[in-house]
Structures are given as structure tokens and as C-alpha cells.
């Protein structure tokens, strides 16, 4: 203790002008763009249709169950906690639709929505352990990696798979939005946006004097540039159709766990549990019931990951969600630069990571790889990920 | 003075282990109070039972006049009762107005209506009033983590939240005790702006060069019981250090 606060002694003189290099080296993320940069220009050079646009939409079109298990996973990391159930939970949710949807005469929407019912009530009872009984999550989740898998198996039947039989569902992830569509909703995104802006926010912060339009203008400015930024990008894929409609729905569920995490008070509640759990108690914070919501939240993200799997196969085996996909998800986290102790991390990392692991994956197999040195690769990815947060974080932070 | 926190015969009897013995005390608004005592002698219990933290075997315990029972910390904030631990109860990774209002987050309006939605402007503006009005100049930034602040500077936060609704009663464990020497001086200023501003202040210290320096009165602890209960300006240390040991010329 007393070694660590006398070099704190040392640092606060200066802890005002902070290097510019150390705040772009320490900013959560850097690690990823790099890695992204360097990925691409690689595989640019190794394979000549790595930036193809049909390479792109088929790689992106792809990523939806690896970015919402990897976004899940932040939710329940940053609260400090582990859920190694969710590739399970995936797996059943896509059994159990693939079954309703395939096998019944129930709509697929409300398949659907049965599915993801059911799996809340799993995560929600799993939640419950890990809170009421005072288990770790590790060993819960653990147990229910292994029980959810099983009940999978169960729900396949003996065929050991469910085809979703032509649903529309399967569709979903052929489905292409034009760069026109991405215009409208991006304008429509941004008008709400201005709505909550005008109405709401300006009424309710006196700004300091001064500086207050360039802080309005800076503000509008972030919200802007990525919705153009993702305008171009679909024009460039315009000629293959567009983006994929599960990448533009996996945005905007990230998008929403992003408010959730940042904008809304049970978030900052989650990471004040992940990063002290005794100050979250003392400040008042009902920690069971921000974890339990937690894990509800998870679970929900985890449902809709097995069904967007399905989606993209056209049927449930028992092969679907299970182990490595809770491995790689926990993986793009990780490379996300969120932390597995708790308390700090975003889900756009997270999206990130996941990107980054299926653009290595897809790189590796255009340059027809075998499978198992693509194993390894990815392995290394998330390896050299944490080594270098954890390098970069020794050298320019004291804590 | 007016009396705002009195303390009658608090036991906290752990089994066998009598931690607290008839504990008698008050605490008056705009005067710092110093508990001392050697380790062990109960003033970590004291000051637990008056938070909130723990529970009293027997006694009582009146803040402005009216009787309380406090079953956790919430209940003991509630009453005015604000306690700033050793550990200091703050989030690391959040920032310094995040912790600020952690668990009493600001939130937008809509129609009037209260939303889910922070107001981080609104958090930041009055993180940034709080800090001034206790002379804290070194925290300019209120978007700046915990973990890049010094001990000192953490010290201001965890003090600043603890008035942040302007407590009546504030305690502080050991508030210097990890700090070098001009980081300490910021502290004990921050104690007597606190006094002229009316706040009963009690700080539990091993320090009593700093006792000297702040308190008005000097409350001494051995083995469970207080033993003595000083007017600081009537003693010298040596009495006070006597009354620790158990010596003789026990106070009044």
C-alpha cells in the first residue's frame, strides 16, 4: 500500500498535463484499431479479395451471434461476474425456435418470442442462484453450460436436428439493406436523436457560460460522423446489395446496450458493482437487483444470438451455439479491451473484438488455412491482445 | 452550540468480547471532535454503530433531538448521518462526478417527469460547485477517473460527496492516515471549512499533532470505554497520551 501511494505522490504533480501520447495510448481501444489496421493491411497483401465488396458483406453478414454473445458477455463482466452458460443458452434458444418454428404451426414471430421468453426465465432463475444463493457465477454458469447443452440435445430429438423448413426467418440473414434504406434510417436515428437533444437535454443542463455552443456543436458532430461514416460504407456495398440486415440489426442492439451501460443509471450501477461492490453498497445501490437485471439482459442477448444462428444455417443441430462460441465471444471481449476483473469496459469494444476475430478467421480461411491453424491463430489474437493492454496499461497508468 | 448527534450507554457486545462499554457522547454543530485511542480500544465500533454499519447490543442514540435506530448505512445517510471510511467507498474506474453521485444520479426531465437518463452536464457542473465551495482547487476536471487522482485528491472527493446534500453530521476515519504531509494540510482544511459552514464533525485519528491542529474537543478511548473527554485548548498531548496508555489524570 504505501509504495503505491507514495508513486501516486510522485505522478499527481504532473497528473494535469497528461501526455498527449498517453491519452491516446491509454484510451480504451487503441490496442483494437490497431490491431484492425494491421489485420487489414495483412490480409490485403496476402489475398487479393479480402477487401472485396462481397467478401465484406459476407463477412459481415456472419458476425451477428459472435457480437451479441461478446456484447452479453461485456454486460455481465463489467458487473465483475462470469457467464460461461451463454454459448448453452444460445444453443437451446436455437433449438427451441428451430422447434416451434420448423416443427408447429406457430408463427415464426411468435416463435420467436415464446423462445425468447423461455430463455429469460432460464437466465432469470440462473441469476437468482448466482444472487440469492450466493454461488459464484463461475460455478453456476459452469453447471449451466452443461444442463442448457444437455436440454438442447433433448429439444433436437433423436434426429438430432430441426430444420426451420423455409421459414422467413432464414431469410433474415440473406437479407441485404441498400445504402438507400441505411440513409433513412440513419436520418431517422439522427432526427430522434435532435428531438431528445432540443427537448430534453438543453432544458435540463445550464451550460457554463462561454463555451457553450462549440460544446453543442461538438456534441451533435459525434452523433453524426458515425452515421455517415456507415452511410458510405453501405454505398460501397451497394454494388453486392448492401449490409447485411443482421449487421445493421446487431448495431442497433448495441447501440441500445451502449445507452444502457452509459446514458442510464443502472449501467453506471453495474460497473460501480464490477469495480467495488462494497462503495456500490455503501452509496445505496440495490446490488442484487442491478445483477439480477444483469443477467436477465445477458440472457436475452444470448436468446437472440441462437436464433440469429439459425437464421443464418437454417436449422438447429447440436452443434449450434455451445463451447467455442462462448469461448470466442468471451475472446472479442477480452480484445475489446474490457476488463475480466469488472468495472470498466464498452460494448463497442466488444463489437470490435468481434469483428476483428471474424476478420482474422475469414482472412485465414481465404488464404484456405487449415482449420486448425485458424484455431491457433485466433488464440494467439486474443493472446497478444491482452498482453499488450496489459503493457501499455503498466507503462502510462499507475493503478 | 447545538447538539445534533448524543450517544447514550452504546454497548456491542461480540460474544464474550465487550467492544463498546457504555459508550456516552454528543456532538455539537460547527465544532470538530477528535476521537483517539489506541488500537483496539473501539473507536472503529463507535464510529460503525453511529453509521449505520453495525448495531448496538444496548443503548441509545438521538440525532437532532429525535431517537433513531439505523439497520444499515442508507438509514444512518437518510438521518444525516454521513461516514467517510478508511477505504473510502469510491469507484475507481468511474469518474470523479460519477462518484460524486453514485447511487443519487442526476436524471433528465421529460414533461416534468423524471427519466432513466443521466444528466451528465448537470453532474459535472455541480460536481465542479461542491469541490469549490470546500476550497478544493485541485480537481478541475470532474470527467477525471478516480485511479488518476492522488490520495489527497480522493480524500476531497470522498469528503465532498459525503456533504454533497450538506450533512449535518459528518465522520471521517482516518482521513490523513495514507496521505504526505501537504495532501494532510488540504485535509484539515477541508475539516474547518467544514466546521464554519456548521457541520458537527467527528474524525477518528492516531495523529495528534493533527488533533491539536483541528479539534475543539478530544475524546479518548481505552479498552471498550471512553475515558476521557477533553476541551483540546485545556490539555497539552502528553494528557491526552496518558489517557490513552491509562495512566493517571484521566479527564473529567
Known amino acids: ?140 454458469t459452469l453447471a449451466g453450460f452443461l444442463v442448457w447443452h444437455g436440454v438442447q440435445v433433448g429439444v433436437l430429438g433423436n434426429a438430432s436436428q430441426r430444420p426451420l423448413n423455409r421459414s422467413p426467418l432464414a431469410d433474415l440473414s440473406i437479407t441485404r439493406v441498400s445504402s438507400g434504406w441505411v440513409l433513412l434510417g440513419s436520418l431517422i436515428y439522427f432526427a430522434l436523436y435532435l428531438c431528445f437533444f432540443i427537448l430534453v437535454k438543453s432544458n435540463n443542463s445550464r451550460e457554463p457560460e462561454g463555451n457553450e455552443s462549440s460544446r453543442k456543436i461538438l456534441t451533435v458532430t459525434r452523433t453524426l460522423l458515425p452515421l455517415v461514416a456507415l452511410c458510405l460504407f453501405s454505398k460501397y456495398l451497394d454494388q453486392v446489395g448492401g449490409i447485411p440486415l443482421t449487421l445493421f440489426l446487431v448495431l442497433v442492439i448495441t447501440l441500445c446496450s451502449w445507452f444502457l451501460l452509459t446514458r442510464m443509471p443502472i449501467g453506471r450501477h453495474m460497473y460501480s458493482i464490477g469495480g467495488n461492490p462494497a462503495a456500490a453498497r455503501a452509496n445505496g445501490i440495490s446490488v442484487t437487483k442491478v445483477r439480477l437485471t444483469g443477467f436477465i439482459l445477458t440472457g436475452l442477448l444470448a436468446s437472440l444470438a441462437g436464433i440469429s444462428i439459425i437464421s443464418y444455417t437454417g436449422g438447429a443441430d447440436s452443434s449450434t451455439g455451445a463451447g467455442s462460441l462462448l469461448l470466442q465471444g468471451i475472446g472479442a471481449t477480452v480484445i475489446g479491451g474490457v476488463s475480466l476483473i469488472g468495472g470498466r469496459g464498452s460494448v463497442w469494444g466488444a463489437f470490435g473484438g468481434a469483428v476483428l476475430l471474424s476478420a482474422v478467421q475469414n482472412g485465414l480461411a481465404l488464404l484456405s488455412l487449415p482449420f486448425y491453424v485458424i484455431d491457433i491463430v485466433e488464440g494467439l489474437v486474443v493472446l497478444t491482445a491482452l498482453l499488450a493492454d496489459a503493457l501499455i496499461r503498466r507503462k502510462y497508468t499507475f493503478s | 452550540m447545538k447538539s445534533v448527534l448524543k450517544l447514550e450507554n452504546v454497548t456491542k457486545h461480540y460474544g464474550t468480547v465487550h467492544a463498546l462499554q457504555g459508550a456516552t457522547l454528543e456532538l455539537y454543530s460547527g465544532e470538530i471532535t ?48 454521513h461516514t467517510v471510511f478508511q477505504d473510502l467507498a469510491l469507484v475507481d474506474s468511474l469518474t470523479t462526478a460519477e462518484n460524486m453521485f453514485l447511487g443519487a444520479e442526476l436524471k433528465h426531465r421529460f414533461l416534468n417527469r423524471e427519466i432513466p437518463i443521466l444528466n451528465r452536464q448537470k453532474m459535472k457542473i455541480e460536481t465542479i460547485k461542491a469541490l469549490g465551495v470546500l476550497g478544493i482547487t485541485t480537481l478541475k476536471d470532474p470527467s477525471t477517473r478516480i485511479e488518476s487522482l492522488s490520495g489527497g485528491q480522493r480524500q476531497s472527493v470522498a469528503i465532498a460527496r459525503a456533504v454533497r446534500d450538506s450533512a449535518p453530521i459528518v465522520i471521517l476515519d482516518e482521513p490523513t492516515a495514507a496521505l ?28 495528534l499533532r493533527e488533533v491539536f491542529s483541528v479539534s475543539d474537543r478530544v475524546i479518548v478511548m481505552r479498552l471498550g470505554k471512553i475515558v476521557a473527554n477533553f476541551q483540546t485548548k485545556d490539555v497539552t498531548e502528553e494528557d491526552v497520551v496518558l489517557a490513552i496508555v491509562g495512566s493517571a489524570r484521566d479527564g473529567n
Not at chain 1, 497483401?45 to 451477428?64: C, M, V
Not at chain 1, 463489467?78 to 454459448?87: A, F, H, N, R
Not at chain 1, 415464446?114 to 444472487?131: F, K, S, Y
Not at chain 2, 476521537?35 to 473501539?42: I, Y
Open chain 2, 34 to 81: 477528535a476521537l483517539v485511542g489506541d488500537n483496539g480500544a473501539g473507536k472503529s465500533t463507535l464510529v460503525k454503530v453511529i453509521s449505520g454499519v453495525i448495531q448496538p447490543t444496548t443503548g441509545s442514540m438521538q440525532v437532532q433531538g429525535e431517537s433513531v435506530v439505523f439497520l444499515n448505512p442508507q438509514m444512518a445517510r437518510t438521518a444525516g448521518v
Open chain 2, 180 to 207: 504526505g504531509v501537504s495532501q494532510s494540510e488540504q485535509v484539515l482544511g477541508l475539516m474547518k471549512r467544514l466546521k464554519v459552514s456548521g457541520t458537527a464533525v467527528l474524525v477518528v485519528s492516531h495523529n
Open chain 1, 1 to 140: 500500500m504505501g509504495t503505491k501511494i507514495d508513486k501516486r505522490k510522485i505522478d499527481s504533480s504532473d497528473s494535469e498535463e497528461i501526455s498527449s501520447a498517453r491519452k491516446v495510448l491509454t484510451k480504451e481501444g487503441f490496442p483494437l484499431f490497431f490491431a484492425m489496421i494491421l489485420t487489414i493491411l495483412i490480409f490485403r497483401i496476402a489475398t487479393e479479395s479480402f477487401l472485396d465488396p462481397r467478401n465484406i458483406a459476407n463477412l459481415l453478414g456472419q458476425i451477428a451471434p459472435l457480437v451479441l454473445i461478446a456484447v452479453a458477455s461485456t454486460l455481465v463482466i463489467v458487473m465483475g461476474e462470469i457467464d460461461l452458460s451463454l454459448g448453452s443458452i444460445a444453443g437451446f434458444s436455437g433449438a427451441l425456435a428451430a422447434f416451434f418454428i420448423g416443427s408447429t404451426n406457430l408463427h415464426w414471430v411468435f416463435g420467436i418470442i415464446v423462445t425468447v421468453l423461455l430463455t429469460l426465465a432460464i437466465a432469470l432463475l440462473q441469476g437468482a442462484i448466482v444472487v440469492f444463493g450466493r454461488v459464484r457465477s463461475f460455478a453456476v
